[in-house]
Structures are given as structure tokens and as C-alpha cells.
């Protein structure tokens, strides 16, 4: 496939609400649903997905956490140390060195995932679950403690520059559901059930050697109609090592379609701003790209999401 721009036009109001209105009836769960797509991961799946492992290499799929201020990352991790070990260095007995830290979960810099709870539409949560539901306290319904026993699972990584044949897709291009196929049958892998899936765009190779820029402004993502290949696959998890969402946005007067269309019509849970530069060369010079993936979001009552470190375990 030539380098360029992905070939989806943009959606008009119209069209984002019908992809928005079919892809939630395609998806739809009992009322009382509060888990979403991870519903698709049964115990046979991840006993399946343990078949995955080759070799025993653990690989992190999470970038370092940032703690300096830079164009995409205005409110960095505030990391203190409340107790340096050099205060002790010349003193007898036991001490420890202690340190805190607090971070704005949702940024564009820092890998986390979100929680069901996270993207409100229309004044709802997925499953019209009333927006009322999350307060100054949290939220009572639908926050990261549905994944409070982790997200096990077959993981699948469909490397779209690669398929390109570039280093990375530009800020501002977008991948369709036609790359993702054409993906899988370059990489001879083919996305199922309760998959994990992870889709590279290269934000992250290209943040390293260009330097930060204004995500919030430009970047690359999926086209919303790139979830309708997720729909059909009954995907549990979508990931990538941008925001998932392109911006500008690819729907008119939405402004995160992907977020609305996955977190809100059709329960995934998203991972935002990994990493997969350490798991792409092992994945080529095995020829394999599916692997056992462990999730281990914080166990944190209410939150819209949690900083995360994915494990690839091949």
C-alpha cells in the first residue's frame, strides 16, 4: 500500500450518528450490562490466549511516565519525594525513602486506560447509564473497578506504518477498517473474539525522534468507521500509541468519535498513548503478532481510568 493519507472522508453529523445508532445496536447487551466488550473475554479465550506464549519473553507495551512539562503534556506527573534517602545517608538505624505522586490520568502523553464511565454523550455513560451517576466522589457506576481482576486476553498488534511502508502515519491521518484487514493479511493474523487489539501508528516513534508536539491539536488515529471491523470482530479492547481518535476529529461536531462510538456505543475499554517499540522487532523476527496480554489497571473506586503497563508475554 503507497504511503499516504487513509482514504475514509470525513462524516457528516448524519453520517456519525447512523455509524454511532448501528454500531450500538450491532453491540447491544442486557440493560443490567455494566462490563461492556470484556463480556467477549470467557475463561476458554484466555486459556486459548496462553497458548500464545512461545517463548516466555515478557515485553512492556506502557511509556515511561512523564514528569516534565512539554507541548502535549501541560500538567505532567507531579513525582515528590516526601523522604530522600540522602536526608539518612549519615544516620544510624532504619529509615525510608518515600516519595508520592499525582497525575492527570487522561492527558496525552501518559499510557492509561479508560474506564466505561469516562466519555459522556448526550448526558448518558454506555448503556444509558445516567451521567448523574459520576459526582465529585466518582462514579458510582461503570469506573475502572469493572476491570478490578485484570484484562486477560489474546492481544494482537496490526502495525498500519508497516504496512504503509513508512516510519509513522503524520499527525492528522487517520487508518480505516480497509488497512486493518489488509494488516492482518500482511502480518498472516487474523483478529477474533475477545481480542485484544492493538493498532500502531507510530506516534510515539515519531514523539521520540521529532520531540512532543500539540496532540490535542494533530494526530493520528482510526477513522470512526474503522470501528465497524471491530464490531464485526467482537473485539474486547482497543488500544494504540496514540489517542485512538484522529485530530482533527474525522466527524463533524464530535470531537473524540472514536471514544463516543467505542467507549459509549460499544463498551471497549481504550488504551490511550502505549508503547510498541520494544514489542515490534520481537514480533517480526518471530513472524508472529498475537501474544497473551495482561492488563492490570490500579484498583482505584470511581475513577474514569487508571495509568496502566500493559504486559505482551510471547
Known sequence: ?????????????????????????????????????LNTITPARVLAAAGEIRSGRTVSLAAPVETATTPDDPEPCDHRMTSPAESHASATGLHFALDRFAMNVHGDADSHVDALCHVVYDGSLYNGVPASTVTESGASQLSIEVAHDGIVGR?????????????????????????LAAAEKAQRVRVGPGDLLFVRVGHRLRRNEVGPWDAAESRAGLHPAALRF???????VLGSDGNNDTAPSEASGVGFPVHVIGIHAMGLHLLDYLQFEDLVPLCEQDDHWSFLCVIAPLRLPGATGSPVNPIAVL
Open 155 to 179: 492481544g494482537v498488534l496490526l502495525d498500519i506504518p508497516r504496512l504503509r511502508g513508512v516510519r509513522w502515519l503524520e499527525p492528522g491521518d487517520h487508518v480505516t477498517a480497509a488497512e
Open 230 to 236: 471491530l464490531a464485526e470482530r467482537q473485539v474486547a
Open 1 to 37: 500500500m503507497p504511503t499516504g493519507r487513509g482514504a475514509a472522508a470525513p462524516l457528516s453529523a448524519a453520517e456519525f450518528r447512523a455509524l454511532y445508532e448501528r454500531l450500538r445496536s450491532e453491540t447491544r447487551r442486557s440493560a443490567a450490562d455494566r462490563r461492556g466488550a
